[in-house]
């Protein structure tokens, strides 16, 4: 389903119940680049879908790895995407089952120096989520926007169990809190990124179901001249256990 900020949905409560004063709506761009919400039904939005013995297009692709499944209300078209021990891509690399962008239709996921993006999205892990991360070397990756080596920018679970937004790929690595994981809960996020290698130009800011939670940051987004943007996960093989995370409602807005 397509995502909807907690910002509006309570702008409509209060506007249904007579009140003269809206919360405050959550800016995003008025130019939509690139939807991934998985509202066809399946995976097909997307250039490319990564897991283990697949690397190309998803096509009607549908295994315990990545599947759209009907998540109840408000997230009846919603991606599931499960790792176990293993699952490994043709490619090599860490354990993953993550989609990505690439050319055609899906090519407004790339960013490009200079680039203004907001990152509308909701996302669950799953009840059984139990966080894998065994120490500071190994990675836990739900989205990830990637040039080359290590994410200058990715949402990744921290050894303390919380998502951060930040990136290792770049000089002096960064790791922001967006909130608690808070496994079966939907959180509605909007991830508003400037795109640059300059640290003076490139910032990071977030909000989690219509509330700020990361003030602008600046930092450098990027390493290399353009980034993909990935989701799904990707966690290092010392993760162990068998991790789910779904996804839901991805749009891409630029000015």
């Known amino acids: 389903m ?10 409509v409560l209060a506007t249904a119940a007579g009140c003269a004063t809206e919360p405050p709506r959550v800016p995003v761009g008025s130019r939509v680049v690139f939807v991934g919400d998985y509202d066809t039904g399946n995976l097909t939005q997307w250039a490319t879908l990564q897991t283990q013995d697949w690397s190309q297009f998803a096509g009607d ?4 790895r990545a599947c759209v499944h009907d998540d109840g209300e408000g997230h009846s078209t919603a991606a599931r995407f499960e790792v176990r021990d293993g699952d490994v891509p043709p490619f090599g690399g860490g354990e993953r089952a993550e989609v990505r962008t690439g050319d055609g239709p899906s ?18 892990f799953d009840e059984s989520f139990r966080n894998p991360r065994v120490s500071s070397a190994g990675w836990f990756i739900v989205m ?3 040039g080359y080596g290590a994410p200058a920018l990715a949402l990744q679970v921290s050894e303390s169990n919380t998502l951060d ?5 770049v000089p002096r690595r960064y790791h922001r809190s967006i909130g ?7 959180v509605d996020y909007i991830l508003h990124v400037k795109f640059s290698k300059n640290p003076s130009v490139g910032f990071v800011e977030a909000w989690a179901d219509g509330l ?17 943007l990935k989701q799904g996960i990707y966690r290092d093989a010392d993760a162990g256990g068998t991790q789910v995370v779904w996804h839901d409602g991805l749009r891409v807005t630029a000015p």
């Open 212 to 228: 700020l939670v990361l003030p602008r940051y600046n930092r450098p987004t990027m390493t290399t001249e353009s980034s993909y």
């Open 180 to 186: 608690e994981v808070r496994p079966g809960e939907w």
């Open 2 to 11: 397509r995502f909807r900020s907690a910002a509006l949905a309570a702008a």
């Open 144 to 146: 990830q926007w990637f």
């Open 107 to 124: 090519s407004g996921g790339y960013a490009f120096e200079g680039d203004e993006r907001w990152y509308e999205m909701s996302v669950k």
């Open 61 to 64: 692709y549908c295994t315990y």
């Open 165 to 169: 937004f930040g990136g290792d790929g």
